[in-house]
Every structure is written in structure tokens, then in C-alpha cells.
């Protein structure tokens, strides 16, 4: 679980949607939504289609903090824009909280 600032976020071509997070020290790192027909069969399917909507509901109010719960991932460096410099991401996000006080 992090308490992260949303920067950035969009539709990636295979329907994932990827956000640019800031933690409380500034580093940067991307959190991944997987698309819905991606986490068919997993025990954990609910989970993560629960995140996407409110990460998506928070993205419409405007929320920009919010503290998420997932799978911390080591990907490959690929150039990508907000990346962690040592490639860590939040790959799959399973919780999308937003905190107390943090509503628009």
C-alpha cells in the first residue's frame, strides 16, 4: 500500500490503463490497470476490475491522491515516460483508496 499523487494517466493500445505516480519522497513510478479481458480466470479478476473503476471514477472527480494496493513488478526498462529508474511499477493495482481529506 502507497500514498501516491496521480500526475498523468492514460489508455495504453492493449487497453491497460497506465498512470504516472509520485510517492511522498517524489520518486516517480507507473501503476498498471489491467484491461478487463486480460485478468479473465484470475482469483483476483474482481479485485483488479474494482480498482480500475475507481481509479477511473477518482480521474473523473478530479482526485489526485489516492493510496493503492498491488503487485510490485520489475520491468524492463523501456524509455518509459514516468518510470522508476530502476523499473519498478505497481503491476497490478488490486485497491484504490482515496484518502480522508483528499475529496474534491
Known amino acids: 500500500m502507497v500514498d501516491v499523487e496521480v500526475l498523468a494517466y492514460k489508455s ?5 490503463i497506465h498512470a504516472i505516480i509520485r510517492g511522498g519522497r517524489g520518486h516517480l513510478m507507473v501503476a498498471e490497470f489491467p484491461a ?3 485478468t479473465t480466470g484470475s ?3 474482481k479485485q483488479m476490475e474494482l480498482a480500475r473503476r475507481r481509479f477511473t471514477a477518482a ?3 478530479h482526485v489526485q491522491h ?3 494496493t498491488g503487485v ?3 520491468d524492463k526498462l523501456h524509455g518509459q515516460i514516468g518510470g522508476a ?3 519498478v511499477e505497481i503491476h ?3 485497491k484504490v483508496e482515496v484518502p480522508a481529506g483528499c475529496k474534491p
Open 12 to 16: 495504453e493500445s492493449d487497453d491497460d
Open 36 to 38: 478487463s479481458w486480460c
Open 43 to 45: 482469483p483476483y479478476a
Open 59 to 61: 480521474m473523473r472527480r
Open 66 to 68: 489516492l493510496r493503492l
Open 72 to 74: 510490485v513488478f520489475f
Open 85 to 87: 529508474l530502476n523499473g
Open 92 to 94: 497490478l493495482v488490486l
